[in-house]
């Protein structure tokens, strides 16, 4: 059994020697072979030999740090990159800044390090638990044993092994091509500066739909998990009602949102595309919190009654769902966002209106004590056209829950209080296991940041 090697395409520069001890230490406290192409004696044609070194290599590292950087000597990381992507090998990629990446790389997995001792430090520690999860492969290594058995020509092996698989992007950082570049800084970024800014009721327009977004028919999909979302248009609402006082004007920008909730079959894309791994979709905290407790899948994603493909996903903490989110260019909707999409302008009490819940309208205690498909009750929609939006599963918003935040809340596009010390974030919608108050348009519940309870979901939104 040959040494597993790794290929490392990194800046050359002196100043990142620290940067290539690190990635050296990972490597070796696992007994892997290192490269660099400037510790091999160059023949004539150094392409040849580097596109040898990268064949015969198991996996990539590729540090992008320098890319778009004009004062950082880089060599030709983004080439000797895209060469291995197209010889099917494992890559792990990092950068000190996610700009670095190149444009269409940008959402890829990636570990986002400093070159300090404490993000070197870090950055040794995510290379380990990376380069642990592709060993663990079953077609680890079987690459380079089928290429050095046939002759090179040039470089190249006469074929690539036939059994190759792509790994599996729930364990390991791996590549996939998303058509947006979004992560969720910038996503939070749009929808907080729209925060108590003018908005012109009467100015409808229906604006272009972002990258990834297109219209079909009549309604939008989103291209990333192929979701449904109906378009609310500006809008002045009265939000709140009896005990959710006090009741108060609200405007909104327009914005697209979910039809449905998110199922377990469009969350499986997420986790397959590597969501837990890039750290570009998480907040900080909600970084921290994922790797603190090595959360990688939801929590009942392997329990047969909640995993069913068209059911709403659950188990998933608030930073999960952001996660998911920010990977497919949206937000979680602003508990205002929600309510306006539920309530409409009529002020019914109800997603359908003000008849009384029962079992042919919504899923709620009493009626069954178990999850249903999202499309139970497709034929009852909101008043923009959402499903699903009482019982069920509670569906998580953007905002940081304040019982008293309606006394302050400001009247355009709000986005919820400060940081409650109680991290309790808003959730709206009832459940199958709670009571039928809970599903009425207004009501407001919430929920410890981290919780990942069988009852709580999401949908999503996306301010236009």
Known sequence: MHQ???????????KFHSVYKTIRAACESLNIKVIRIDEVWAREDIYKQIEEEILKSDFLITDFTGDRMLEVPNPNVVHEAAFARTKKKYLILMAQDHKCLPFDWRTRPAIIYQMTPEGLKYLEERLVIGIQALMEKEDFGHDYEEATANNFMHGYPQQMPQHYMPMNYATAPMNYTPSHNTTLSEIESLLITKQGQPVAVNSNHNSRLPKGFSKKKDSIVCRIDNS???HVPTAE????FEDEEPEHQVVLSEYLID??????????KFIDSGGYQFQGFWSDLGWQWRVNNSISLPAFWDNPKFND??????????YEAM?????????????????LAAKGTDGRQFPWGNEAPCSQRANFRGQSNHLTSVNNFDDIASAYGCIDMAGNAWEWCYDWYDDDYYEKSCR??????????????????????????????????FGI????????????????
């Not at 597993?4 to 002196?14: E, K, L, R, S, V």
């Not at 919820?416 to 009501?443: M, N, W």
């Not at 940041?449 to 236009?464: E, M, P, V, W, Y």
Request: net charge neutral; hydrophobic share 40%; with cysteine.
């Open 259 to 268: 039809k449905y909730p998110v199922t377990n079959k469009q969350f499986a």
């Open 412 to 445: 355009e596009n709000p986005v919820g209080p400060p940081q409650s010390e109680d991290e309790e974030k808003v959730c709206r919608g009832g459940a199958f296991s709670y009571d039928i108050d809970t599903l009425k348009v207004y009501h407001r519940f």
């Open 323 to 339: 996660a998911y989110a920010a990977w497919v260019g949206k937000h979680l909707p602003t508990e205002a966002q929600w309510e």
């Open 4 to 14: 597993a090697q790794a290929f490392i395409a990194m800046p050359f520069d002196q």
């Open 237 to 240: 609402f009265k939000m709140g």
């Open 449 to 464: 940041i981290t919780l990942r309870d069988k009852s709580s979901g999401f949908r999503c939104a996306r301010i236009l």
């Open 309 to 318: 493909a068209l059911l709403p996903v659950v188990g998933v903490s608030w």
């Open 228 to 230: 449904e979302m109906v």
